[in-house]
């Protein structure tokens, strides 16, 4: 009965992407059957989507966006979430507890004072404005502070007696033994900015500049599809395939890590 149900779970959450990935090729007259093998099968969606929007600059921004951007949450997650573990200074405890609060706060709260914030930069219609605004992540904070805190600190005074700075304690030492947590912080950054199309859409207008979301969002709802709901879903296959790969190759350590961050003070 336990597997059953566990397969039934499963099967709630796979099935919509099955279908979609059906539905994507299949013939327009076959979309209102909810099978799982394609109906009339055919690649026309998808000839559609690569001859209407210039879907490879598309990756290729989101790609290097999403790249850069994860390194940037990486490094400054490390580095914080060290200080909030390993220092003793006043407020220490009163930041973490801001940052957690950062956390509750929806992203449109901050939407338009970062929006004027690139105006004034003049970074509109640049990646900068795609980076930097998410280059720090509560989240990454919060995890890399967990896992720090649960490393002896014998190993750092170690690290201290043998000559090493900080900044080499830190991703020399302490990053190695905290993978799984760094692929955790990975995956889910990863998959924030590759889907992330709101902010996209608010600062970047110029279509060489377009992420592959921001692109997608615009081409469904902008008439370039027009109206045709397999291209539509097309679409949305080739933005959620990279993450769904990135996902089953390094789903052990992500589950592995989101199993062993429990809090702790």
């Not at 390194?71 to 973490?96: H, K, P, S």
């Not at 509560?138 to 600190?153: E, G, H, I, T, Y």
Request: glycine share 6%.
């Amino acid at each position: 009965m336990k597997y059953f149900l566990l397969a039934l779970a499963a099967l709630t959450f796979v099935y919509p992407f099955i279908w979609m990935l059906s539905a994507s090729l299949s013939a327009e007259s076959g979309l209102g059957d909810l099978t799982l093998l394609p109906e009339q099968f055919t690649w026309n969606n998808y000839v559609t989507v690569f001859t209407k929007i210039p879907l490879g600059r598309a990756f290729l921004n989101s790609a290097f966006v999403a790249i850069i951007t994860t390194g940037l949450v990486l490094i400054t997650g490390a580095m914080v979430g060290y200080a909030l573990a390993r220092y003793e200074f006043v407020g220490r405890d009163w930041i973490f507890y801001a940052i957690i609060f950062t956390m509750t706060l929806p992203f449109q709260i901050t939407l338009i004072p970062n929006y004027i914030t690139m105006v004034r930069l003049g970074w509109i219609d640049t990646y900068l404005a795609l980076i930097v605004p998410f280059s720090l992540s509560s989240l990454a904070v919060l995890l890399f502070r967990q896992a720090f805190q649960s490393l002896p600190q014998a190993l750092i005074d170690a690290a201290r007696i043998d000559g090493a700075g900080e900044l080499r304690i830190i991703f020399q030492i302490l990053v190695p033994n905290v993978l799984p947590t760094v692929l955790t912080i990975t995956i889910l950054t990863f998959m924030g900015l590759w889907n992330e199309a709101l902010w996209p859409l608010i600062v970047i207008r110029d279509e060489s500049t377009m992420t592959m979301p921001q692109l997608v969002t615009l081409f469904s709802v902008g008439g370039r599809a027009e109206g045709q709901l397999g291209v539509k879903i097309a679409a949305a296959v080739l933005l959620a395939v990279p993450v769904v790969i990135l996902y089953l190759f390094f789903q052990k350590h992500f589950i592995r890590s989101m199993a062993s961050s429990g809090l702790k003070d």
